[in-house]
């Protein structure tokens, strides 16, 4: 029997990603990149309507690049990897989440209509449109004042950057489009609607960004009414009720898809999935304690539960969320690889810089191989990592970053150690918060980019939360978990799997290296981390409100009267 | 009748420095300077003995430079300005202190006889050696224990660059040396001895470096026996009793120090002082009420008042010690202009660097420029200025520096104003001391290097502090100050004054040009400062005791076995 293949697609912010993978092994053959077109747009909308701006905080896509990266990227790998189209058993998809479009009844999006096309709430608005915080102050204020039940499994509040937020927004600053907007759906389904001709409404979306459960659905009609009376029927209306499992087969190509990707008509085409969530699967997890930990610009924390629980400042909990049959929880640290990046950027002096030219290194190396010379606790600093806010596990956007312990005698290599160390810390919260609600953590599998590039984080990562941490054999799990749901999609049957466990045992790999704590270093951790925690506590919860005190005195000083006397010329006086 | 001269001598860390004053107008007509040739002595003797290595924070000083500072500035400026050497009629001469020296009765610095000069102990111990760190322990340990009523008075601690923690440190570790020492003495008393063939000992050091008061004297025999029984007699067998007040006429020139200076013998010469304190009544201030701000590395704070009091953490008060006649206030925060520096050096990115090449301007001014172009408030950061620890009001050098408040957005001009702001807050924290004292502050003088070159500083220091500053005309007032005094020690027979105050009315002014505070901007400082007090008290008073901690776990970390777990090559193992 000819060797069989499952493509996994991702959409991610700026591009998409196609990977072309052996179903027997998971070994990847082929990879193709398609930058969007229209990439985000965040300022003005793309010719020839660029003369409508966008607001502050908005972010949209084109949903026609997503059509396009089917377009560039399948044929791509089929023709890099010379394999038989009819050997590729399945195609499953990841998205970024919560990505979401309005679309007539046929999946038709607005933005592409001449009538809407100049209205930006006709467009996509992709994850980090934060624009609808109002709407979800009062999501949240609302479900407080109710004591809405599904709150807490989202760590007591709702995102601005989730599904209600978006669609109250649409509802209330563009009235005509909400009309309009026969279904509003999540990017992910969208494009799986648009390869299989069937609208499906994944259970990892839904749950982590639509405030659905399994037992629970969606919340009432009669809190969605007291949101705005428009909104009452929003889901029956517009939206569906009928959640399917990831990892469940959406339908299969459609002459037209097959067209768009050099498919044949007919593939296995798997219920959407978030990029985060299906790197779970591809990173080898499928069971309780093992923490997925998905490392970049921020970290997303991923465990497998068999029963529901709280845990403290989760970003939410969802039955069949990234595994059938197992509760998924999610939680995270907002700033993780942005705040390495701010601090490369905007406080290391020439001499680094200097030293990367001439090494043929990048700032990051350089300055990870001098923090690599001093021994733990050695830079005299700890910090609170919150140069982007703090996610979990106290759920605050208002905090801000602390670095304590600087001298005269402090250099850039301490300040870096300490920034990796202090995400390090706000991981080992993360663990100990799963572990307080009854779910040990006995290891964690890195994926994502920062672990392949930063052994000396990783180490740090492994002493301070005395976890062993491994990391996942693929560069790009996302991608990898899409393939691995496409073949389940397929089913044995057709030369896939049955299950994404089956799928998860001959697809997934760690890497053969690992991270282990050292004990001596540990010690030091265990005493900086109580240091840490003191700090947590006090900035963090309430003990002293300086960080918020501070964004309200920079709010009312950006409000003030126009700037003059910051020039101190003009308050010199004559004696 | 001709115009009558004084000339100040200042011998500063680096160099000494000659200023030749007009005694009628305080005109500074003439400056020269002398780098020491062997400068700060902190690593090995001068050559020859250049095999004889010191300790870790040793810092040594060669007399010779002293003598040198005379024979090549005093010629230097009485040339330069062309006047009559008859119509000098005094000299001063201020110093760094406690800055002193071991020599034999007639005043031979150790150090320059053939069997002491490889003993480290025999040279001058610069200001800044703080080797004897072990030594001002006990001092402080003992004089608690005892109770000793003159503790307060140094805001309970004696520091570890003062004259009798280096005295008992030379006792201690080179017992020879101790012995042969027929005098200990501040290098401010030895050139002035070297000038005029007497030996004196003047109020200011003897004041704030040596323990000693008008009312009191020194402390008690018992008390240094306690400390070491061979350092009982210390005060009678190497110091003196007989302290003179500042103001006063040590002597007159010898023939020797004529042909130095290429002055006449029996020109008058003032009793010694100290650089900060002389600085003074060169900034107009000779009563109570108006601060004086010496402002570059570290900030010293200057207040007169009419009676003795306590203020928390205060450096020291002596009755005499500034203006006779007078109790002088002594204060300080020990990083202030280094902070600045440090930032420059270790924190700012390329790209300002770039900017200020191109500007032709130096780092600081290009940050200055940008910092000034942020409101108060708008940076949403607040630090402490513990950078090199804190010497007022905490009197702590195991605190360190904290920085709040940090977001991906901040900017380096952002810290660098913080960081100007913290260092105003620190000064607010000791006006509102000597407040709380019952000694009003109406306004501020400042002076030294940081003055001239930071208007923008000088301004948020008024808006902190609600207080006008106003900053004395003189660049050099140490000089000037030492120049006024040479002319009191003239007295007005010889044409100079017969008191420091007549001197200071006609010798010291100020700019024209003063900061007055911004109503708006301290209202935003108002709230800031809050901020700052509930930092600096959680961080200094002990509620948290990290910065310490932070002390001690790098102590350990330094202290542990060799570095190999760091390599995180070394940690990394087969799963």
Redesign the interface.
């Known amino acids: 029997m000819p060797l069989k293949y499952a493509i996994g697609v991702d959409f991610g912010t700026e591009s998409g990603r196609a990977v072309l993978v052996e179903v027997a092994t998971g070994r990847e053959l082929a990879t193709a990149v398609f930058p969007y077109r229209n990439g985000v747009i965040d300022g003005r909308l793309p010719a020839p309507d660029e003369d409508v701006r966008l607001g502050p905080d908005w972010a949209l896509q084109d949903p026609l690049d997503y059509i396009r990266t089917f377009q560039n990227t399948v044929p791509n790998v089929l023709s890099q990897s010379g394999i038989d189209r009819a050997d590729v058993v399945g195609v499953g998809i990841d998205f970024t989440a919560c990505t979401m479009l309005p679309t007539t009844a046929d999946g038709t999006p607005l933005c592409t209509l001449p009538e809407f096309r100049r209205e930006p709430h006709a467009w996509v608005k992709l994850w980090k449109h934060h624009a609808a915080q109002p709407e979800a102050d009062r999501i949240n204020d609302v479900a407080r004042r109710r004591g809405e039940a599904w709150l807490p499994r989202y760590g007591g509040k709702i995102s601005s950057e989730w599904f209600f937020s978006k669609t109250l927004q649409i509802l209330e600053e563009a009235p005509p489009i909400y009309r309009a907007a026969d279904r509003l759906i999540e990017a992910a389904d969208w494009v799986v609607w648009r390869l299989t001709g069937v609208e499906t409404r994944n259970s990892c979306t839904a749950g982590y960004k639509a405030i659905w459960s399994k037992r629970e659905g969606f919340p009432a009609s009669e809190y969605f009414a007291e949101l705005d009376r428009g909104l009452a029927s929003v889901v029956d209306e517009k939206m569906s009720r009928e959640v399917v499992p990831i990892g469940t087969r959406a339908g299969t190509l459609t002459a037209e898809a097959a067209q768009w990707t050099g498919l044949r008509p007919g593939t296995a085409v798997a219920v959407a999935n978030v990029d985060a969530h299906v790197s779970v699967p591809a990173s080898t997890v499928t069971e309780p304690g093992r923490m997925v930990a998905v490392m970049g610009t921020s970290t997303c924390h991923l465990v497998l539960g068999d029963r529901p629980a709280v845990v403290e400042g989760m970003c939410g909990v969802v039955e069949d969320g990234i595994i059938p049959g197992r509760f998924g929880f999610e939680a995270g640290q907002s ?1 993780v690889g ?2 390495f990046a ?1 601090f490369v ?6 001499e680094y ?1 200097a030293m990367a030219a001439r090494d043929g290194r990048d700032v990051h190396a350089v300055l990870e191989r001098e923090a ?11 910090a609170l990592d919150w ?2 806010g703090n996610r979990s596990i106290l759920v605050d956007v208002d905090l ?9 005698a ?3 290599p301490d ?1 870096y150690r300490a920034l990796i160390e202090a995400t390090a810390f706000g991981t080992r919260v993360i663990v100990e918060a799963f572990e307080h609600a009854g779910m040990g953590i006995e290891e964690v599998v890195a994926c994502g980019g920062l672990p392949e590039r930063n ?2 984080l ?2 740090i990562y ?2 301070v939360t005395g976890r ?1 941490f ?1 990391v996942a054999a693929s560069a790009q799990t996302p991608a990898l978990g899409s393939a691995m749901f496409g073949a389940v999609a397929a089913g044995a049957r057709e030369g896939g799997y049955d299950t994404i466990l089956e799928a998860t045992e001959r697809m997934a790999r ?7 704590p ?1 004990l ?2 540990r010690a ?1 951790y265990d ?2 981390y109580a ?1 840490y925690v ?2 947590h506590d ?2 963090g919860r309430g003990q ?1 409100d ?2 918020k ?3 309200g ?2 709010a ?3 409000a ?1 009267p126009a ?1 003059e ?5 003009t ?5």
């Open positions: 700033g942005d705040i701010w950027d905007n406080a290391v002096p020439p810089h690599a010379r001093l021994r733990p606790g050695e830079s005299g600093l700890v140069w982007n801000t970053g602390v670095l304590v312990g600087a001298t005269l402090t250099r850039a300040i052994p000396l990783m180490q492994a002493d062993e491994k760690l890497k053969t290296d690992s991270y282990r050292n001596a270093n030091v005493d900086l240091e003191a700090l006090y900035f002293n300086v960080l005190s501070l964004k005195i920079r009312r000083a950006l003030g700037l006397a910051a020039d101190p010329a308050e010199v006086a004559a004696s």
